[in-house]
């Protein structure tokens, strides 16, 4: 498989729903987070400017690198929490 690009899975939840429905995505290494936060969070139905992006850990993970780093920091397993359900 010549020029198959790498890709990270990421399961991501959505913390605002008691039944805490997730989406399975497999994205290439090099696209920006930016990216997979707007995705997951249209998936979910829910505004991707006021949504952010967190581990199980509560630790908020900054868009602005790509989906490898993200996944090499953090793993695969995130959480997408509306910005409206947090301290605002």
Do not use: C
Not at 7 to 31: H, Q
Not at 63 to 73: E, H, M, R, T, Y
Request: glycine letters at 6%; zero cysteines.
């Amino acid at each position: 498989m010549a020029g198959a690009k790498p890709t990270v899975t990421f399961k991501i939840t959505l913390t605002s729903d008691p039944k805490l429905p997730f989406r399975v995505l497999k994205v290439p290494e090099t696209t920006q987070f930016t990216n997979v936060l707007k995705y997951a969070a249209e998936e979910f139905r829910v505004s991707p400017e006021t949504s952010a992006i967190i581990t199980n850990d509560g630790i908020g993970i900054n868009p602005a690198q790509s989906a490898g780093n993200v996944f090499l920091k953090h793993g695969s397993d995130l959480r997408l929490i509306p910005r409206d359900r947090v301290g605002h």
